[in-house]
């Protein structure tokens, strides 16, 4: 028989009775086996071996205790979710030093990852206070990732464009770019999204739901950016600013825009005609004028316009509204840029300047125009007789001899014309007015071309037609 002294020593520890949960280094990712080591196991052994044990040293029934309540904590580490590998971790349950201990201690490497949202677990490194900001975290992972903000250090590379991140999740959001992978699908359109945040924003299209609201006007809005954007008109904030002229802006892609106007780039290019821009938005409404497609419509004449803007000075001639006024003449305008022109009249400028022939012109139309007199192009081709012109307004007229179309009416007399100057001279016998004044005799003409014919009057070397016959 096996007397006490020959029985092996049990250790036991003696600390304060607590529960504490010890994170072992990360240095296992991906173990997956559970070893559980029970010292009470071990105790009974030695117990059965010498009955003396169990007489000197009863087991206290707060132990018993709290020995069932560690299995049923042990139990429902069982039962829980696979997920993926995370850390591995040691439970210690320690007892008063005041009596017996007996130890139970359990190793578990699991499978279960324990996020900084995590609140299972109570972390005890004392590396976890972040010295520059005091941020505290209930993982150490998470402390690692963190302190990366810190230090710039983003060990994650992109291998088809090189571009670094700090965290491997975003270099994995990054790769769908390449791949094109799109696994958040919308089952109300089937329309798919790289990130599960893209497809939350899509959502609120079919809710109807504008969950953030600007608290100066209760305008609602679909995402935050955007009422953090619109909050900009209320403050008079604009915190992005030009380096080359020191303009700024509420927004930074309206810096980021206004920038290519010192570059010069245009990153934005027409696949159809190679045509390039510097703004994603002026290459889509580019676009249409391949695609014919006229997505704004007037609501009073049904015409469709490219462009929303164009739509809206259109609605103009319907409302009469000229909300642009010159401060020399008071005359109104519907648009700001006849406006401008308008003002030529009174300055005298004429900016656009013919390389050919030094003659100037107010508007960039009528130099454009004025040019194909030196190229002989005549762009605009009648399809009834193939006849050619150089300007756009001369072929409508020219067409009115074949559809025999006269819409300018004499409002004295009712005869009709097919062009607007026609009537206007025709007007004048009506009126008595004579513009036309021969510089020789004062006499005067209600049309140039009869000033013309006077002026070989005064001639003293007329010209004489000669019959062939």
Same mark, same amino acid.
């Given at each position: 028989?096996?007397?006490?002294?020959?029985?092996?020593?049990v250790?036991?520890?003696?600390?304060?009775?607590?529960?504490?949960?010890?994170?072992?280094?990360?240095?296992?990712?991906?173990? =997956?086996?559970?070893?559980?080591?029970?010292?009470?196991?071990?105790v009974?052994? &030695?117990?059965?071996?010498?009955?003396?044990?169990?007489?000197?040293?009863?087991?206290?029934?707060?132990?018993? *205790?709290?020995?069932?309540?560690?299995k049923? &904590?042990?139990?429902?580490?069982?039962?829980?979710?696979?997920?993926?590998v995370?850390?591995?971790? !040691?439970?210690?349950?320690?007892?008063?030093?005041?009596t017996s201990?007996h130890?139970?201690?359990? &190793?578990?490497e699991?499978?279960t990852?324990? !996020?900084?949202?995590?609140e299972?677990w109570?972390?005890?490194?004392?590396?976890?206070?972040?010295?520059?900001?005091?941020k505290s975290?209930? %993982?150490s992972?998470s402390?690692n990732?963190?302190q990366? %903000?810190?230090?710039?250090?983003?060990?994650?590379?992109c291998?088809?464009?090189? /571009?670094s991140?700090?965290?491997?999740?975003?270099?994995?959001?990054?790769?769908r770019?390449?791949?094109? +992978?799109?696994?958040?699908?919308?089952?109300?359109?089937?329309?798919s999204?790289?990130?599960?945040g893209?497809?939350?924003?899509?959502?609120? %299209?079919?809710?109807?739901?504008?969950?953030?609201?600007?608290?100066?006007? =209760?305008?609602?809005?679909i995402?935050?950016?955007?009422?953090?954007?619109?909050?900009?008109?209320? !403050?008079? +904030?604009?915190?992005?600013?030009?380096?080359?002229?020191n303009?700024s802006f509420?927004?930074?892609?309206?810096?980021?825009?206004h920038?290519?106007?010192?570059?010069?780039?245009k990153?934005?290019?027409?696949k159809?005609?190679?045509?390039?821009?510097?703004?994603?938005?002026?290459l889509?409404?580019?676009?249409?004028v391949?695609?014919?497609?006229?997505?704004?419509?007037?609501?009073?004449?049904?015409?469709?316009?490219?462009?929303?803007?164009?739509?809206?000075?259109?609605?103009?001639i319907?409302?009469?509204?000229?909300?642009?006024?010159?401060?020399?003449?008071?005359?109104?305008?519907?648009?700001?840029?006849?406006?401008?022109?308008?003002?030529?009249i009174?300055t005298?400028?004429?900016p656009?300047?013919c390389?050919?022939?030094?003659?100037?012109f107010?508007?960039?139309?009528?130099?454009?125009?004025?040019?194909r007199?030196?190229?002989?192009?005549?762009?605009?081709?009648?399809?009834?007789?193939?006849k050619?012109?150089?300007?756009?307004?001369?072929?409508?007229?020219?067409?009115? %001899?074949?559809?025999? *179309?006269k819409?300018?009416?004499?409002?004295?007399? =009712?005869?009709?014309?097919?062009?607007?100057?026609?009537?206007?001279?025709?007007?004048?016998?009506?009126?008595?007015?004579?513009?036309?004044?021969?510089?020789?005799?004062? /006499?005067?003409?209600?049309?140039?071309?009869?000033?013309?014919?006077?002026?070989?009057?005064?001639s003293?070397?007329r010209?004489?037609i000669?019959?062939?016959?």
């Open positions: 028989m096996n007397s006490p002294d020959s029985a092996r020593d250790s036991i520890k003696q600390e304060p009775e607590d529960i504490s949960i010890k994170q072992e280094p990360e240095d296992h990712p991906h173990l =997956n086996i559970l070893h559980t080591v029970v010292c009470k196991e071990e009974s052994t &030695e117990l059965e071996r010498s009955p003396s044990l169990l007489q000197e040293e009863p087991e206290p029934p707060h132990i018993k *205790e709290e020995q069932e309540e560690l049923e &904590e042990h139990k429902e580490l069982l039962q829980r979710p696979e997920e993926p995370g850390s591995t971790f !040691t439970l210690v349950v320690v007892h008063d030093k005041d201990s130890c139970s201690e359990v &190793e578990l699991s499978d990852e324990v !996020t900084e949202d995590s299972d109570e972390e005890t490194s004392e590396d976890d206070d972040d010295e520059q900001c005091d975290f209930s %993982v992972g402390l990732k963190h990366r %903000v810190h230090t710039g250090e983003k060990p994650f590379q291998q088809h464009c090189n /571009k991140f700090s965290e491997s999740s975003h270099l994995k959001r990054h790769q770019i390449h791949t094109g +992978e799109k696994p958040f699908q919308c089952k109300h359109c089937n329309k999204f790289s990130q599960s893209g497809l939350k924003r899509h959502q609120y %299209v079919h809710t109807g739901e504008k969950p953030f609201q600007c608290k100066h006007c =209760n305008k609602s809005f995402q935050s950016g955007a009422l953090k954007r619109h909050q900009c008109i209320h !403050t008079g +904030e604009k915190p992005f600013h030009c380096k080359h002229c303009k509420s927004q930074s892609g309206g810096l980021k825009r920038q290519y106007v010192h570059t010069g780039e990153p934005f290019q027409c159809d005609c190679n045509k390039r821009f510097s703004v994603s938005g002026e889509k409404t580019h676009q249409r391949h695609t014919g497609e006229k997505p704004f419509q007037c609501k009073d004449c049904n015409k469709s316009f490219i462009r929303s803007n164009d739509m809206k000075k259109h609605q103009r319907h409302t009469g509204e000229k909300p642009f006024h010159c401060k020399l003449c008071d005359k109104s305008f519907s648009e700001s840029g006849s406006l401008a022109k308008h003002q030529r009174h005298g400028e004429k656009f300047q390389k050919h022939c030094d003659k100037s107010t508007e960039s139309t009528h130099l454009k125009t004025h040019l007199v030196h190229s002989g192009e005549k762009p605009f081709c009648c399809k009834h007789c193939n050619s012109f150089s300007q756009s307004g001369i072929l409508k007229t020219h067409l009115r %001899v074949h559809s025999g *179309e819409p300018f009416q004499c409002k004295h007399c =009712n005869k009709s014309f097919s062009q607007s100057g026609d009537l206007k001279i025709h007007q004048r016998v009506h009126t008595g007015e004579k513009p036309f004044q021969c510089k020789h005799c004062d /006499k005067r003409f209600n049309v140039s071309s009869n000033l013309n014919s006077h002026l070989g009057v005064h003293s070397h010209t004489k000669i019959c062939p016959l």
